[in-house]
């Protein structure tokens, strides 16, 4: 199975844009659909944003919809998450996660449905 590595987190301000990547190896990356998490201090993971294997099909938490957008180049065996317009609430550690025969919404929203993650990237916006 594949291997997930993220990178791009970082310090910036309120309203400033971030992209986080993530590399796979190890495995056929254009199998896998692909979603983002995140983790704040204290919270539960939650999702973030995900994308189907051929990149047709995306989904986004309301929360997220319209600052962020997910894509991925299966070329280049990675995905992305722009985030633009980021707010203090976008704090947490994101983390990139695989699946593997993911068919319906509920599925790429799931946590429980992705058995690969990475081990995450610290974003922090201040105000």
């Known amino acids: 199975q594949v291997q997930l590595v993220e990178s791009g987190g970082g310090l910036v301000q309120a309203g400033d844009s971030l992209r986080l990547s993530c590399a796979a190896s190890?495995?056929?990356?254009?199998?896998?659909?692909m979603g983002w998490f995140r983790q704040a201090p204290g919270k539960e993971r939650e999702f973030v944003a995900a994308i189907s294997w051929s990149g047709g099909s995306t989904y986004y938490a309301d929360s997220v919809k319209g600052r962020f957008t997910i894509s991925r180049v299966n070329a280049k065996n990675t995905v992305y998450l722009q985030m633009n317009s980021l707010k203090p609430e976008d704090t947490a550690v994101y983390y990139c996660a695989a699946a593997r025969g993911m068919v319906s919404y509920n599925d790429y929203i799931s946590r429980a449905r992705y058995d690969v993650w990475g081990q995450g990237t610290q974003v922090t916006v201040s105000s």
């Open positions: 190890g495995g056929t990356f254009s199998s896998y659909a």
